[in-house]
């Protein structure tokens, strides 16, 4: 039992909350909740998207000024701004495509055995001089995969016997411990 109330704590809901995904629903409790995390997760690309933005006018400004004191081409400063506006394309079409997705409240559920399984990926250092090993937990369950952070263990142990409740998103809304 104090299992499951650590499970509520961690997922964020409720005895009512879990009932009504039983039935299929998912409650305004935990809409709100992931719509607060999308809502964060576009408010970083915004910024991100505001300082590519920035460093990019600035970029372009000093370029032309180079370019109109030297009498050169100002073919140079206009080809300039095409990385960052490629760059900015491409994260507003992936921002918007996460937003429908995640706004996708169809609710699905996977019971099984649960294995947490320690994912590494190299990616680039951010000064492109090399890479780094970068390490992610997730959690398989009966095929499907999440990404979980380490507490989660703290709550499941490797091999319970759990049913997640979860939107098209992949955000889960609901878990509970199933008897063998």
Same mark, same amino acid.
């Given at each position: 039992?104090?299992?499951?109330?650590?499970?509520?704590?961690?997922?964020n809901?409720?005895?009512?909350?879990?009932?009504?995904?039983?039935?299929?629903?998912?409650?305004?409790n935990?809409?709100?909740?992931?719509?607060?995390k999308?809502?964060r997760?576009? %408010?970083?690309? $915004?910024?991100?998207?505001? /300082? /590519?933005l920035m460093?990019?006018?600035?970029a372009?400004?000093?370029?032309?000024?180079?370019? &109109?004191s030297?009498?050169?081409?100002? =073919?140079l %400063?206009?080809?300039?701004?095409?990385?960052? &506006?490629?760059?900015?394309?491409v $994260?507003?079409?992936?921002? &918007?495509?996460?937003?429908?997705?995640?706004?996708?409240?169809?609710?699905?559920?996977v =019971?099984?055995? /649960?294995?947490?399984?320690?994912?590494?990926r190299r /990616?680039a250092?951010?000064d492109n001089?090399?890479?780094?090993?970068e390490?992610? *937990?997730?959690?398989?369950?009966?095929?499907?995969?999440?990404?979980v952070?380490?507490? *989660?263990?703290?709550?499941?142990?490797?091999?319970?016997?759990?049913?997640?409740y979860?939107?098209?998103?992949?955000?889960i809304?609901?878990?509970?411990?199933?008897?063998?």
């Amino acid at each position: 039992m104090f299992n499951e109330l650590k499970l509520q704590q961690y997922f964020n809901f409720t005895p009512s909350d879990l009932q009504a995904n039983r039935q299929g629903r998912v409650t305004e409790n935990q809409q709100t909740h992931i719509k607060g995390k999308v809502q964060r997760f576009n %408010s970083r690309i $915004l910024i991100f998207i505001a /300082v /590519v933005l920035m460093i990019s006018m600035g970029a372009f400004f000093v370029v032309r000024m180079v370019a &109109a004191s030297s009498n050169s081409d100002s =073919e140079l %400063s206009t080809s300039f701004l095409l990385g960052p &506006a490629i760059t900015l394309i491409v $994260l507003t079409v992936f921002m &918007a495509s996460r937003t429908n997705k995640k706004n996708d409240y169809s609710l699905k559920q996977v =019971e099984g055995t /649960v294995n947490f399984v320690w994912v590494e990926r190299r /990616v680039a250092n951010q000064d492109n001089t090399g890479y780094k090993t970068e390490k992610s *937990l997730q959690m398989h369950v009966d095929g499907v995969s999440f990404n979980v952070s380490q507490n *989660l263990m703290d709550i499941i142990d490797q091999g319970d016997n759990v049913r997640f409740y979860y939107t098209v998103g992949g955000d889960i809304v609901s878990a509970e411990f199933v008897e063998r």
